[in-house]
């Protein structure tokens, strides 16, 4: 089994920057995809940003050119750089992962974009 451990979340101002950070550890062989994913209260879950073994990325189009999803695949670990944040930005941010034929969910962490 895969446990991901998620990490950077906080409270910033609108305008702020915040890094994430996800960690995978486990009984890992290959992990084919990594991303992040996020939800309000009252929200349904909704992808932020996903990355490829290969490097391949998809953004939602809400953070499209403030957030950067990036990789570790040796380490096997995930980042979301996210800039610019917006208070719409808050939200509980999950790691996400596909490994083998299942999916990983982290327990989440906390980021809040208030004055």
């Known amino acids: 089994q895969v446990q991901l451990v998620e990490s950077g979340g906080g409270v910033v101002q609108p305008g702020g920057s915040l890094r994430l950070s996800c960690a995978a550890s486990?009984?890992?062989?290959?992990?084919?995809?990594m991303g992040w994913y996020r939800q309000a209260p009252g929200k349904q879950r909704e992808l932020v940003a996903t990355?490829?073994?290969?490097?391949?990325?998809n953004y939602a189009d809400s953070v499209k050119g403030r957030f950067t999803i990036s990789r570790d695949v040796a380490n096997n670990m995930v980042f979301l750089q996210m800039n610019s944040l917006k208070p719409e930005d808050t939200d509980v941010y999950y790691c996400?992962?596909?490994?083998?034929?299942?999916?990983?969910w982290g327990q989440g962490t906390q980021v809040t974009v208030s004055s």
């Open positions: 486990g009984s890992i062989s290959v992990i084919y995809t």
């Open positions: 996400y992962v596909i490994h083998g034929f299942r999916d990983f």
């Open positions: 990355i490829s073994r290969g490097g391949s990325t």
